[in-house]
């Protein structure tokens, strides 16, 4: 059982938009930094985002982040049918001292 | 830039001891942390520890009592060894540059994983 919850799936027409939510508690989110995590089948999970809202180097700008007391939220605008996948947030949980990953969200593109 | 590939057997007998090691290349492992990452069959992601040769290494507490976790910086090599395993213990297993310190963590880039079987 994850220390951080998010929906199991979340869909969107192509063009549309999709925030996934990931909430935590104080000692998660709430006083850490969120990151975001793509997976596609077969493939090695991709850093979307870290820090909260911050993009690595070829990221495109339709992936944004953001945080909210102890919840954040990935935003996926414009969506692709290439961006099906499942969606991972994560951040350090200070009341275990351990990396927790969510249970990660399915993203279908309709 | 740099890149991560894990090794190690793709089978495991019950109660046998797993080793994997990660390759880098492109970075020195001593000057960054690195992760060790898995993911079973269906499952979601679970963080299993990190090293570092500069900060105190972290295990999960959920496998701390059955994990090793090393560096070998002549090779730029780290490894993972995982005592006792259990076919629970089956998933992929990535390993992963680790940025950030205290509450700032993330793990960039990945290896392609490595898919170990614990079974008889």
């Known amino acids: 059982q994850s220390v951080l919850t998010q929906p199991p799936s979340e869909s969107a027409a192509p063009g549309q938009t999709v925030a996934i939510s990931c909430s935590g508690s104080r000692t998660s989110i709430g006083n850490n930094y969120a990151a975001w995590y793509q997976k596609l089948p077969g493939t090695a999970p991709k850093l979307l985002i870290y820090?909260?809202?911050k993009r690595p180097s070829g990221i495109p700008d339709r992936f944004s982040g953001s945080k909210s007391g102890t919840s954040a939220t990935l935003a996926i605008t414009g969506l692709q049918t290439g961006d099906e996948a499942d969606y991972y947030c994560a951040t350090w949980d200070s009341s275990v001292s351990a990396y927790v990953f969510g249970p990660g969200t399915k993203v279908t593109v309709l | 830039q740099v890149q991560l590939q894990e090794s190690g057997p793709g089978l495991v007998k019950p109660s046998e001891t797993l080793s994997l090691t990660c390759s880098v290349s492109g970075d020195s492992i001593s000057t960054d942390q690195w992760s060790w990452i898995r993911q079973a069959p269906g499952k979601g992601l679970e963080w299993i520890a990190y090293?570092?040769?500069?900060?105190?290494?972290r295990y999960n507490p959920s496998l701390r009592d059955r994990l090793t976790i090393s560096m070998d910086t002549s090779r730029n090599q780290f490894s993972l060894n995982l005592k006792f395993v259990t076919p629970a213990d089956t998933a992929v297993y990535y390993c992963?540059?680790?940025?950030?310190?205290?509450?700032?963590?993330?793990?960039?880039?990945w290896g392609q994983g490595l898919l170990v079987t614990v079974s008889s």
């Open positions: 820090e909260n809202y």
């Open positions: 090293v570092s040769s500069s900060v105190v290494s």
């Open positions: 992963a540059k680790t940025g950030g310190g205290g509450g700032l963590f993330w793990c960039d880039p």
